[in-house]
């Protein structure tokens, strides 16, 4: 089976800084590919380059003939966001036939629509309800290859929930994947490339298998270096010796050798066995201790959104003592990040603390998801000034140690990429050293390799935790405990697979959805093509189309189209049902007239 796409010694390089040199790669019709790799390491530049938006420095890249190859757009388009949902999708195809609306249909169905939102617009559509057209507007042609990047980012947990089912039992055909989210990496992926050192690693194997294999290769590889130094080493005493000799006793033999030994030593220099210098990030988190037995304790609070005062859920008692670490739970909307902020503004006396109390030891390090805390006019060192004590000398080699070098300190805030906020962050959180840390959503801008270090760190740290995340495999590893909210309440529970589980049947079943629609003229239902009258022509053309076909010859039938008429007869009739809610006497009429 020939491949896909072919690349062969492909370079690239941006502002003089190489992402990728003389990398191979091949992509085959049955791949389900993860691409991984640090922060800044060249992965969507890889997909530009695959999708032709870029065009490489050295190299080439063969396309199978007549590949139909589709990009999932990172950021919706700012022209589809005044059309409806149905209209958005239906841009995307070549044609608006009767067939191909009932597919459009169709497909939005598949993909967690429910009739009432094909009507909605595009710009009043949830973030997760964005990004599943975006996903349709890919596949309504049954590409032969996808490139998705970073298509979780950002979702809620539902959402991402959807997806990974979608992509496991729905998506046929071959795609590329760069994500950060572990879980659903293993989920879909049945093939894991390594983007790093310039160079790609390839390893027919689910992410995490594949990750075990590089750590294995990495291993041998820094063993096998340790023993080339080690003989190179002894080789230089060697050499040295020999030479030494070689002057003192004016013996030729010796210097001889001492400059074949030094030749031998020059090209075990240039063979030696090359070690990945691995991710710029280090956290090296440090928090302070506390002895007393409750660090806050909450009874009897109604958390509360402050803008319209709607009550979210009610506490009825909730404790974190020194070494929890806390998983907070819950659909979006529900009231997460109005908890946190609720805790942090009580914290700092800022609102009535009423029901929430913090013992004398306790000393906060808030951590919020949109990284507001950070002022987008001040410099990185600016930053440090303002936060932390310490000579001007000592924040600065706080910096460089979190991988700023010191011509960087001048940088504004606004120019940093998220991954470059993210140790910004927690380099605050390392000087001033708190015992209870409150995370909301700290994985979003981070790499994998990224995520373990936090993790680690974290876990060494002995720290008190508060943590909300959409990163399953980030709050298994982490929580010790875990909270929910649910029914109105504050709930423990033991095992957050149910809490996941409910998530995903939400989102699978027919009901309607919840979305960000707030317009009443946009509720009304939706329908495939106008009118009942419209559908009802619809209806007719392909009855008559059936008919004529089911008439001749057995021998020049057309079975297949036999039966696409048949599912869209099926479907447009259950839009004529569904209109039977909406208009009685129009739905008796209809009756009448296709009976």
């Known amino acids: 089976m020939s491949p896909l796409i072919t690349c ?11 992402l ?20 800044g390491s060249g992965k969507s530049t890889l997909l530009s380059l695959l999708n032709k938006s870029e065009i490489p420095d050295e190299g080439e890249i063969v396309y199978k003939k007549d590949l139909h190859l589709e990009t999932v757009e990172q950021f919706l388009p700012e022209h589809l966001k005044s059309c409806t949902l149905f209209e958005a999708l239906q841009q995307k195809t070549s044609e608006a036939q009767n067939l191909l609306s009932y597919q459009i249909s169709a497909l939005l169905h598949n993909l967690g629509f429910s009739r009432e939102e094909f009507d909605y617009l595009v710009k009043d559509l949830s973030g997760g309800q964005q990004n599943r057209l975006m996903f349709a507007r890919a596949v309504i042609h049954e590409p032969d290859l996808i490139l998705f990047d970073e298509p979780t980012n950002h979702l809620d947990l539902g959402s991402i929930l959807f997806f990974e089912n979608y992509f496991k039992h729905s998506l046929t055909c ?47 590889a820094m063993e096998t270096r340790k023993n080339e130094e080690k003989k190179i080493h002894s080789l230089k005493i060697s050499a040295k010796r020999l030479a030494t000799w070689g002057k003192v006793y004016d013996n030729e033999k010796f210097a001889r050798k001492a400059k074949n030994m030094e030749k031998r030593i020059e090209k075990l220099q240039e063979d030696k066995t090359f070690v990945s210098q691995g991710t710029d990030l280090s956290l090296n988190l440090k928090f302070s201790e506390a ?43 529900h009231g997460k990040t109005t908890f946190i902020r609720t805790l942090v503004d009580a914290f ?55 991988g700023f070098p010191y011509q960087d300190h001048q940088k504004q805030v606004k120019v940093l990429s998220g991954g ?34 936090l993790e680690e760190q974290l876990m060494q740290s002995g720290a008190s935790l508060l943590i909300t995340s959409h990163d399953r495999r980030f709050v298994e590893i982490i929580a010790t405990r875990f909270i929910l909210i649910q029914n109105g309440k504050l709930v423990e529970i033991h095992d957050p697979q149910k809490f996941y589980d409910r998530e995903l049947s939400s989102l699978t079943s027919d009901e309607p959805h919840e979305t960000a629609q707030s317009s009443e003229e946009n509720q009304k239902a939706s329908l495939v093509s106008g009118s009942a009258e419209e559908l009802l022509e619809i209806i007719l053309e392909l009855e008559e189309k059936l008919s004529a076909d089911l008439q001749r010859k057995t021998k020049h039938q057309k079975p297949k189209l036999q039966e696409e008429w048949k599912e869209a007869l099926r479907f447009y009739y259950e839009e004529l049902e569904y209109l039977e809610s909406s208009s009685q006497e129009e739905w008796i009429y209809i009756r009448g007239k296709v009976r």
């Open 20 to 39: 990728f040199e003389q990398i191979d790669l091949s992509i085959n019709p049955n791949d389900r590919i993860a691409l991984v790799g640090y922060n």
């Open 420 to 453: 470059e906020k993210a140790r910004i962050m927690f380099l605050l959180h390392k000087i001033e050293r708190p015992n209870l840390l409150i995370l909301d959503e700290p994985t979003n801008h981070i790499d994998i390799e990224g995520k373990e270090e």
């Open 8 to 18: 062969s010694k492909l370079s690239y390089a941006v502002a003089n800084r190489s």
């Open 174 to 220: 071959a795609f590329l994947l760069i994500s950060h989210d572990r879980n659903f990496l293993d989920s879909v992926s049945n093939r894991t490339l390594f983007l790093r050192d310039q160079n790609i690693y390839s390893y027919n194997l689910i992410y995490s298998q594949a990750r075990s294999a590089l750590a294995d290769s990495d291993q041998a």
């Open 348 to 402: 700092q006396e800022e609102t009535d603390s009423a029901g929430i109390s913090f013992s004398p030891q306790c000393k906060i390090g808030y951590y919020d998801q949109e990284l507001e805390q950070l002022d987008p006019q001040k410099t990185i060192f600016e930053i440090l000034r303002i936060h932390c004590l310490g000579h001007n000398s000592e924040l600065s080699h706080h910096l460089i140690q979190a």
């Open 291 to 333: 002895r007393s037995d409750h660090l806050l304790t909450v009874h009897q609070k109604e958390i509360v959104f402050r803008k319209s005062n709607k009550k979210l859920f009610l506490i009825e008692d909730f404790k974190i003592r020194p070494g929890d670490r806390v998983a907070l739970l819950g659909s979006n909307g």
